[in-house]
């Protein structure tokens, strides 16, 4: 691991986040995950941050082939005491976005011009979205959305995502690296 590569991780652990190294090829992309986007995700079409506003799954499986690293960005959060768990998600995946944004803004800094997060859930800054992005500079599509395979990626770091533990909620970014 390079020293550059090394410093991303360091700030990723002081903002309190578990950050795993990946090569890019570790990183899989299939077609029938935007299934569940389409059938079964209530945020379907409302968000500009997800299907079908952002970039085909093709379109994004060949820009992956630019980038050699990445970075598995995981803050987990203790929700056991949480009554509403749909608005702590909400809340919760906000304040990861922002720290994970701030480890972009630093890997860029850093001399990693085409570092590009892709972000935990889908993006709320605002509480419905325009016709077009009120906030473009804040704007990354989540990983599912163009088709990564996050559960099989955990598996090879030998963590869970555990979907149905209501108890501690993972937000889960990729910060891509080059
Ligand atoms: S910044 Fe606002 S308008 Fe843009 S994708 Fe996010 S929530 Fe939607």
Redesign the pocket.
Known sequence: MTKEIQSVINKAEKLGLAAYMLEASDIDVENRSRLKCAYGCRGYEK???CPP?ILSVDEFRKMLTEYSTAILLIEEHDTSGEKDIFNAWSRLRKGSFHKMLDIEYFAFRNGFTFTQLLRPG?????????E?????E??RFPPEAVGINLSKLMEKKGLQIEYCNFDRVKCIGILLLD
């Open positions: 968000r500009l941050s506003h889908a993006c709320n800054e605002c509480d419905i979205c325009g077009t992005c009120n906030k473009p804040l704007r």
